[in-house]
């Protein structure tokens, strides 16, 4: 029956329409091209050489960017740029250095929005994990060294800053072998009340010996760094579907500056890629309109994906995919979204030969592009991917390079997204309203985020 109204319909066009493809013949062009015509590696490979990271407000960004435009462009996929400005900060000249016992430049950077401010020298003083007890009488004036791994909120540094007068902060890294850890000091885009820079393991443990052994070393923090409004982009492609409605495909196009940001996310901005490609080569025709979009300044707060939802508040979003650092597929995470299980269990187990080992995860979590879809109650998913724990140990740090990138498993997580992002975009069951503000909340207190969120200062609801 189907058949005789494809034809029909056809012969009363007048025009001479191919079968449409049937769903496994999709399926199965779709994986063979990811493998077979993986363009993705080439495009990485090439933004990460021939620009290094893409910290936003740089011309490495915005060079990336262009890089990208002209590849969509060549494959006829329509994009746009969406302007937006927000709170940002600019790495310049900083320096963490040790004056007494000896003379040394330490191996350090300054974190996200410390502010610039006149130099100044102070003692060392060792603060351990940080809490009330391990704080010294006498920290007036002083610098603290932290342990590794030591959680900063916005409130612990104003308290550092206020309640005990301490003028700086390092903060020993939790990888050994000379890293750093590039990261934001806060989600909000304000100045840092003092500046706090990332030491390496090694000289943060050696530091800490100075202190124990009565040496009183000193320190001298120059900071030129500054906090100022950054303009800059999201980029949008879109793939027209039968309605309006979409799907939207994010992956975080901002990087931290140290090293090429190839993994984080190198690998998204590729992924996102060749979803977009294979999916308007292979199958153009969806019922919902998926729109890929390129997130910037995610690293400095998640600014471009709030700017994002700002825009298109009132467009209907049935659901959202985030790839951040997506490795090697193993399973799918529903965050937190019930009525997204059938779609995702049925993904997971048939395949093509790839089901996913690991049952579906409906568990959300904080500190990516999909966090502003779900504060709006949109069904969001993200991947359970891991990357080789040697390669990702170089996460924000200057051995976030290239050649840690696996063509292989690129290839691979590509097939597996686009399968998921064509099985997305013509499910019917995933038409349903978004959640209302209450029930968004309790997903949110039901996974114990609520009290995270508050302490970040990024809970988005009046109520408590
Ligand atoms: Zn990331």
Not at 85 to 111: C, N, Q, V, Y
Not at 140 to 166: E, R
Not at 332 to 337: E, I, R, V, Y
């Amino acid at each position: 029956m189907k058949l005789l109204a494809i034809s029909l319909s056809a012969s009363l066009l007048g025009a001479v329409a191919a079968a449409k493809p049937s769903e496994d013949i999709v399926r199965e062009r779709l994986l063979g091209a990811a493998f077979l015509d993986n363009q993705s590696y080439d495009l990485l490979e090439k933004m990460t050489n021939l620009y290094g990271g893409r910290i936003t407000g740089s011309e490495s960004n915005e060079k990336s960017m262009q890089l990208l435009e002209r590849a969509l462009d060549e494959n006829g996929i329509a994009n746009h740029r969406e302007l937006f400005t927000f709170p940002g900060w600019e790495r310049r000249e900083d320096s963490a250095t040790l004056l007494h016992p000896l003379k040394r430049e330490l191996r350090s950077i300054a974190m996200g929005y410390v502010d610039q401010h006149p130099t100044f020298a102070a003692e060392l003083i060792y603060l351990g994990k940080g809490t009330p007890e391990e704080i010294p009488q006498n920290s007036q004036g002083k610098i603290g060294l932290l342990a590794a791994n030591v959680k900063l909120s916005q409130d612990s540094i104003q308290a550092f800053a206020t309640d005990n007068g301490i003028k700086g902060l390092l903060l020993t890294n939790r990888k050994n072998g000379g890293q750093l850890l590039a990261r934001t000091a806060n989600y909000s885009g304000d100045a840092s009340p003092i500046p706090i820079y990332s030491v390496t393991e090694e000289e943060g443990h050696w530091l800490k010996r100075l202190v124990e052994s009565g040496e009183n070393p000193r320190i001298q923090l120059s900071t030129s760094s500054i906090v100022k409004d950054i303009e800059c982009a999201n980029l949008v492609a879109t793939i027209p579907g039968k309605t309006s409605k979409k799907i939207v495909i994010g992956a975080h196009f901002d990087s931290w500056d140290l090293g090429q940001g190839a993994l984080d996310n190198g690998l998204g901005i590729a992924q996102a890629f060749d979803i977009a490609r294979l999916i308007h080569e292979i199958n153009p025709d969806n019922h919902y309109t998926i729109e890929i979009v390129w997130f910037n300044a995610e690293e400095f707060g998640l600014f471009g994906s709030y700017a994002y939802m700002e825009q298109h508040q009132d467009d209907e979003i049935v659901a959202m995919i985030n790839l951040d650092m997506v490795g090697n597929p193993i399973g799918a995470n529903a965050m937190g979204f019930d009525s997204l299980l059938p779609a995702l269990e049925t993904f997971s187990k048939d395949l093509n030969g790839f089901a996913l080992p690991k049952d579906v995860a409906n568990a959300p979590w904080l500190g990516s592009d999909h966090m502003p879809f779900i504060n709006q109650g949109i069904p969001s998913i993200t991947l359970n991917a891991p990357i080789k724990a040697e390669s990702v140990a170089y996460y924000h740090d200057f051995g976030d390079t290239f050649e840690k990138v696996d063509k292989e498993v690129l290839s691979k997580s590509v097939g597996i997204l686009s399968l998921l992002a064509y099985q997305l975009a013509n499910d019917p069951s995933l038409d349903r309203p978004r959640l209302t503000e209450q029930q968004t909340i309790e997903l949110l207190k039901k996974a114990k985020l609520d009290e995270k969120m508050k302490t970040a200062k990024i809970w988005p609801f009046e109520e408590n």
